[in-house]
């Protein structure tokens, strides 16, 4: 099956500074890669996606980048704000990532 | 609009009790719909999905079982709790026909077996 890697597990940015999440996949045939948002006792929800036929995509503050031949993936927030503080979740299709926990200190 | 909604919120249980989990989700038919399990302080672990009525599929061998009886109904079931059962528990529902696409939620069950 689909094995999904995800570092760092903890990240600590400073208000303002960007953060970067990364995620790597074993199975070459995965072609949806979500990404999800769950602040503390709450339901996981979908901050953007990508499919593997483009390179990168960007919402607002928020990218995410493929590399398919590398088999990676990441999560760019630029412009961090103390309520982006919540874990994240990188998935390929239905298999998660452990997860970061992602704190923004005013 | 499409809702989902997943009971109880929490819930406390001994070891060697029986569990019974219900999903269920309105304003769309024949979903694909999914149970997770979540850890203290990890990811998701996927264990069943379902495409139908009466069609499950287990992603890992476990104490747990699934049952969809109706079109927007799953459950999940144990016959006997363990220790290692506890944790939070996440129905979720994807757009029918179609796969690789976003998942919603369910707002979860924590359960907690002692």
Do not use: M
């Amino acid at each position: 099956g689909e094995n999904v890697e995800q570092h760092p597990s903890t990240l600590s940015v400073q208000e303002g500074d960007s953060a970067v999440i990364k995620c790597t996949y074993s199975d070459s045939a995965s072609n949806y890669f979500p990404w999800y948002k769950q602040e503390l006792g709450k339901r996981p929800q979908l901050i953007i996606d990508i499919r593997s036929n483009v390179g990168e995509k960007k919402d607002q503050r928020i990218a995410v980048t493929l590399n398919k031949t590398a088999k990676h993936f990441s999560l760019h927030i630029t412009e961090t704000q103390p309520e982006d503080s919540a874990v994240y979740f990188c998935a390929a299709s239905l298999f998660f990532g452990a997860g970061t926990r992602l704190a923004v200190h005013p | 609009s499409q809702t989902i909604h997943q009971w109880p919120a929490t819930l406390v249980q001994p070891v060697g009790s029986p569990l019974s989990l219900e999903c269920t989700v309105e304003g769309t038919s024949n979903p694909n719909l999914y149970w997770y399990r979540q850890a203290a302080g990890r990811g998701l672990q996927l264990l069943f999905y379902s495409v139908g009525i009466g069609q499950i599929s287990s992603e890992v061998p476990q104490n747990l079982s699934a049952s969809r009886p109706q079109d927007r109904q799953f459950i999940l079931s144990s016959k006997k709790l363990l220790l290692s059962d506890s944790g939070f528990y996440l129905c979720a529902w994807e757009v029918t026909g179609r796969t690789n696409e976003k998942l919603f939620f369910g707002s979860g069950t924590q359960l907690s077996v002692l």
